[in-house]
């Protein structure tokens, strides 16, 4: 539903999946792991949790604030299904929103995923998780920009996914995003993704009653969520948010979400 339209909010309760902190470090392969290994040694906690419906509040949430924010932002891309239109048209599309929103000076694009179970692609993710840590966030900028890496690192950079609907309104699986404020790090776990050449981390999340959930009921294709994935200032911002779908006991039987994310990395003027 567009931002300037009047809505009513929907706050409910859901089963949301965390991760129990384990002795090993939590590990998943992409690929067939060695003999007598699992292919996912952590251990799913779920816990019920009272997601609050940010509409008509969404200007109170802000990146540096919440570690989210909605956005207004239509697109002119036809076929979400075109990878040729995405690479093409859309990655230039979200780069420039990025640039002119967060007033970056450089934002490159470096993968998406695009989401329907109802055509065979990938679903929903249920896991409570955030995209990147510490370590593997630089680790992106010098997988993609190799040469530039060095100099790019001396000064603020983040990673900002980009969430659109590819059909709205968005009633399976909406996307749950927590407030930065309600969290410490010591709530992340390191997760490694294990593929055939490389050995990726990400976080999962141990359980905390104090976390405060949010989502926006009935998102559009003309609105896109940016998230928080990781940003480099240590000066009090939010660095981060975690997310994930969730099953939405207010529209039982809804049509698969169809979504995209977009994945950026975003360099910011020295002193910003």
């Avoid at 809505?7 to 067939?32: C, D, F, N, W």
């Avoid at 959930?213 to 200032?233: G, K």
Wanted: net charge negative; hydrophobic share 35%.
């Amino acid at each position: 539903m567009p931002l300037d339209v009047a809505v009513h909010p929907q706050t409910l309760t859901s089963t949301l999946h965390y991760l129990k902190r384990g002795a090993e470090k939590p590990a998943s392969y992409r690929i067939e792991p060695p003999p007598g290994v699992p292919k996912w040694n952590g251990i799913d906690d779920p816990h019920d949790v009272t997601i609050e419906d940010g509409r008509g509040r969404e200007s109170e949430f802000s990146l540096d604030r919440n570690g989210f924010a909605l956005i207004k932002a239509p697109t002119a891309v036809g076929d979400f299904y075109s990878p040729e239109e995405i690479k093409s048209f859309y990655y230039p599309e979200v780069e420039r929103l990025v640039r002119d929103k967060l007033g970056a000076s450089r934002v490159f694009v470096f993968d998406h995923n695009v989401r329907n179970a109802g055509r065979g692609l990938i679903g929903p993710s249920r896991q409570v998780h955030n995209d990147h840590t510490v370590n593997s966030a630089p680790r992106r900028v010098r997988d993609h920009l190799g040469a530039d890496a060095d100099e790019l690192l001396k000064h603020r950079f983040g990673i900002v996914n980009v969430w659109r609907p590819i059909r709205g309104p968005v009633e399976d699986s909406p996307l749950a995003l927590c407030d930065a404020r309600s969290f410490t790090d010591d709530d992340l776990i390191a997760s490694d993704l294990v593929y055939a050449h490389v050995r990726g981390e990400t976080s999962r999340v141990a359980y905390n009653p104090t976390h405060r959930w949010y989502y926006f009921s009935e998102m559009q294709t003309d609105e896109v969520l940016f998230i928080r994935v990781h940003d480099s200032a240590n000066d009090g911002r939010a660095r981060l948010s975690f997310h994930t779908s969730f099953e939405n006991p207010l529209t039982p039987g809804a049509p698969p979400r169809e979504s995209i994310e977009v994945r950026t990395l975003v360099f910011f003027p020295p002193g910003a």
